[in-house]
């Protein structure tokens, strides 16, 4: 699996190999720009480079507020 941080736009921010990397920075993104909580999702893709299940936003991460 891999882990990306995408703008509603489209625009990449950051790729992860772990997903836990991957939520503490969206975390720390949101913590620090509470409007981004709105704008910044999480992308899960398969090892076949397809994205799996849907984006998901800060309030959609158990454990992360």
Do not use: C
Request: hydrophobic share 40%; no cysteine.
């Amino acid at each position: 699996m891999h882990y990306v941080l995408l703008s509603s736009t489209g625009n990449l921010i950051e790729s992860y190999d772990e997903e836990s990397e991957a939520r503490a920075a969206l975390q720390r993104i949101v913590a620090s720009e509470p409007e981004a909580a709105d704008d910044v999702a999480l992308v899960t893709y398969g090892d076949d480079g397809m994205p799996v299940g849907d984006p998901a936003f800060v309030k959609d991460l158990a454990g992360i507020h």
